[in-house]
DNA sequence: CTTGCCATGTTAGTAAGTCTAACATATGTT
DNA sequence: AACATATGTTAGACTTACTAACATGGCAAG
């Protein structure tokens, strides 16, 4: 079937690639004529869709977003409301998409430029981490747990942030290749959950009394 | 005074304004015409001293990572041996590194293909990570922690260049404009490092014992 | 001192990439 | 059926990384 002149589909071809291209290449490795060369069209062809070759990683990186977080609500929904567990799942399903795509995911958190709070990877930024802390505020009021969700749930996300960006970069493995980020995160993430000032003037379930010493 | 043909410290002029339009400019914003230029040199004349664009800002981030060590060097002697304080200042002086140079710091961390160990900038990297885990390895001597102080020093090393990352990239500020970077190294710095296993079996001062509740 | 080597610079040119302008074609509305 | 518009193309301007061939001048051997 040729589209002898018209693709028909262009807009979404041309941001399919560039995901692909970024995954494969790395986000300096890709260029917009790769993207159209894939896509089977001139290089002046994305202009009729996309102001410039930032437009189009913007709608990359927002669909990552989208996917992050889908990732994120499905690992939850698999462990029970309030355990730990859950909160962990978030973490980990936060490296294991981070891994996927690396490229993809440093450009998601690395465009310091995009400041304007109405950017639409701003917005999908936000709507991700609101998902996180949503998690962190069910834990927070299931285990009786005092003090804000928000600066817990920020303490945690630092901690796996960190953890994600050491690993995909390759940081820990140039230290040693001994390091296990599963066991870094796990001992960490542990100490941010557990050892907090519990409300005990109330009855109830306190879930997360039972983790290993 | 004209250099009238040779220039007689290009590689090291090269160098450094490459650090300068790194910080001027940003990572993706450097390019070699652009140092050439700064140098005064035509853009062909870098090729005498590095192999490419790459090998000059190779010669940026070592640098960069003997300034980070440095600078934490210098931070740690200013408070006691075996204090929590001398620990948080490692972490302090790392953030500030990075929001001093932000583009520089992405690319110091985020070399992933260097994992050739001889590289330079990966021995350099070793090195400054070997220096925090100095610091971590004496202040669990001095304060009887239990416990594998590489291990202690990867969750912190995790921690703050987690919080780094955020900061610099503005993810922090993405979500709101009322988060205090170092309201969560503190809160979560403080778990990590006194939560710790003790041994009571020896005396001797325990330095980490007087901290805030 | 002079001669010539060679380290280090230059100019010119190639290939790739982003983006613009002017032109071409298909699509669908009247 | 005819035109307006959306969406493609080709050609080209400009930038950049890098190479090749040439130029210059500092320095060492005679």
Redesign the pocket.
């Known amino acids: 079937m040729k589209?002898?002149?018209?693709?028909?589909?262009?807009?979404q071809a041309l941001i399919d690639a560039a995901r692909a291209l970024v995954r494969e290449k790395g986000d300096d490795g890709?260029?917009?004529?790769?993207a159209?060369r894939r896509a089977?069209?001139?290089?002046?062809?994305?202009?009729?869709?996309f102001?410039?070759?930032?437009e189009i990683l913007d709608e990359v990186l927002a669909q990552g977003f989208d996917d992050l977080t889908a990732g994120m609500a499905a690992a939850a929904t698999a462990e029970p409301a309030g355990s730990p567990q859950r909160i962990l799942a978030l973490g980990h399903t936060y490296l294991k998409f981070a891994m996927a795509e690396p490229a993809l995911f440093r450009m998601m958190f690395g465009q310091k430029a995009d400041t304007a709070p109405d950017h639409i990877v701003v917005q999908r930024g936000k709507s991700c981490f609101g998902f996180v802390v949503e998690e962190v505020v069910t834990f927070c009021r299931l285990n009786r747990v005092q003090g804000d969700a928000m600066l817990i749930a920020l303490q945690l996300w630092t901690l796996v942030h960190g953890a994600t960006g050491l690993t995909i970069d390759g940081d820990y493995a140039k230290i040693s290749d001994a390091i296990e980020v599963g066991q870094i995160l796990a001992l960490a993430s542990d100490r941010l959950l557990f050892s907090l000032p519990r409300r005990m003037d109330a009855p109830g379930p306190i879930a997360g009394e039972d983790h290993v010493e």
Chains 1, 2 share one sequence.
């Open positions: 589209k002898s002149y018209h693709h028909g589909e262009l807009r890709f260029s917009l004529s790769d159209c089977g069209v001139s290089t002046a062809a994305p202009y009729r869709h102001a410039d070759k930032h």
